[in-house]
């Protein structure tokens, strides 16, 4: 079923989040009719208000760990804090998000027959002993630690999302999403990006947790939405999890050293404890992505950074549009 103009009803959890803000976007251009879900959490109203004008957009303020009555034909499930300083703030309330927000989710996906795609994410590998990550890779995670409330609530996230296409045969697609950045993260989310671009600019010194010889690897926002779409929009048989990610891998130090020029920022580095069970690399094996989707990421850590410089430069003089 669609609605009065045959669009079909879309329902994007967490999407006045960053990644979710932009998957809104991409949704309605692609002629959707949005409903966006957030309990504003981490996310703005900021991130959204510039859709507020298309009649095809629509703001339910919902928290997922309670149910909730929609009619839609797809689901894309977002909502959960994804930097560690929002996620370990309410450890509790973080598992529940994704583990009671999954049940709600498959719930209502088993009621409205829709198809269901979930935000899973590279922390389910935790800090892997195999390198670069295959989707067949189970993990190496630490079930007690401070993350583990995101990592392992992803975790049964995922099992539920099997269980249900298995027992309900809900039609599911599952990405582990590896870390991505642009315009709209949160400038104070204490990830790495955002961290050192702020720092940066304000030419306050640059954090470098450890020794900063640790790796990750960097996804511009438009690449992964595009690997997002079509993985969901891909053939049914196709659930994932599947990596979606770009196997650029950098060290921390390398990209403090590409922010500090782009700037050209008068910071110093400093050195600081690394967190606990802070993984020491990471890097996607995107073979699945490349061969099913036809998809990789095309855009540089360079010119991604520019870009996501850009926004928070505007944002610090008080004028970033979202
Ligand atoms: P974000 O914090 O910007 O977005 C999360 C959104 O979910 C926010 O708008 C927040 O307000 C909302 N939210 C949180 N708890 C909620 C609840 N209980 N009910 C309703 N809304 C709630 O983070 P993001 O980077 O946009 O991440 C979005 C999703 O993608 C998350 O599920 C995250 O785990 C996943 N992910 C992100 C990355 C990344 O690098 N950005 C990597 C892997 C996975
Ligand atoms: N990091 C850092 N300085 C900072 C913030 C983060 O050196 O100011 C490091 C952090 O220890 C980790 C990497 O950057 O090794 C990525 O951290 P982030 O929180 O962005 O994401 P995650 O650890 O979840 O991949």
């Known amino acids: 079923m669609k609605n009065y103009n045959n669009r079909p009803r879309v329902l994007v959890t967490g999407g006045a989040g960053f990644l979710g803000s932009h998957l809104c976007e991409r949704l309605l251009n692609d002629g959707h009719d949005v409903l966006c879900l957030d309990n504003f959490f981490t996310g703005t109203k900021d991130n959204?208000?510039?859709?507020?004008?298309?009649?095809?957009f629509e703001v339910m303020r919902h928290d997922v760990t309670?149910?909730?009555?929609?009619?839609?034909?797809?689901?894309?499930?977002?909502?959960?804090?994804?930097?560690?300083?929002?996620?370990?703030?309410?450890?509790?309330?973080?598992?529940?998000?994704?583990?009671?927000?999954a049940i709600n989710v498959l719930g209502l996906a088993k009621r409205t027959k829709a198809k269901i795609f979930q935000a899973s994410t590279s922390e389910v590998y935790g800090d892997p002993q195999v390198h670069p990550q295959?989707?067949?890779?189970?993990?190496?995670?630490?079930?007690?630690?401070?993350?583990?409330?995101?990592?392992?609530?992803?975790?049964?996230?995922e099992t539920l999302f099997f269980d249900y296409h298995r027992q309900h045969r809900l039609n599911i697609k599952v990405a582990r999403i590896f870390n991505t950045y642009g315009p709209r993260m949160h400038p104070n989310d204490g990830r790495v990006v955002s961290n050192f671009i702020?720092?940066?600019?304000?030419?306050?010194?640059?954090?470098?947790?450890?020794?900063?010889?640790?790796?990750?690897?960097f996804c511009y926002v438009d690449d992964l939405v595009e690997g997002i779409v079509r993985l969901m929009n891909g053939d049914d048989n196709l659930?994932?999890?599947?990596?979606?990610?770009?196997p650029g891998e950098f060290t921390m130090i390398e990209l403090a050293e590409t922010?500090?020029?782009?700037?050209?920022?008068?910071?110093?580095?400093?050195?600081?404890?690394?967190?606990?069970?802070?993984?020491?690399?990471?890097?996607?094996?995107?073979?699945?992505?490349?061969?099913t989707l036809e998809w990789e990421p095309g855009i540089t850590l360079e010119e991604g950074l520019k870009k996501t410089i850009g926004y928070f430069d505007a944002l610090l003089k008080g004028r970033a549009n979202g």
């Open 48 to 56: 959204i208000a510039h859709l507020l004008k298309d009649p095809n």
């Open 66 to 101: 309670f149910p909730l009555y929609v009619e839609v034909d797809e689901i894309y499930n977002f909502a959960c804090p994804a930097s560690p300083i929002h996620y370990q703030h309410d450890p509790v309330q973080t598992t529940k998000t994704s583990v009671h927000g």
């Open 239 to 246: 659930t994932g999890p599947m990596n979606l990610g770009n």
């Open 259 to 291: 922010i500090h020029s782009l700037i050209g920022s008068r910071s110093a580095f400093i050195y600081m404890p690394l967190p606990a069970d802070d993984p020491k690399q990471r890097q996607p094996d995107i073979t699945m992505a490349k061969e």
């Open 134 to 157: 295959p989707e067949s890779y189970v993990g190496y995670v630490n079930p007690i630690g401070p993350r583990s409330c995101y990592d392992e609530g992803k975790r049964c996230a």
């Open 198 to 217: 702020m720092q940066a600019l304000r030419n306050e010194p640059i954090t470098l947790f450890g020794d900063g010889t640790q790796t990750r690897s």
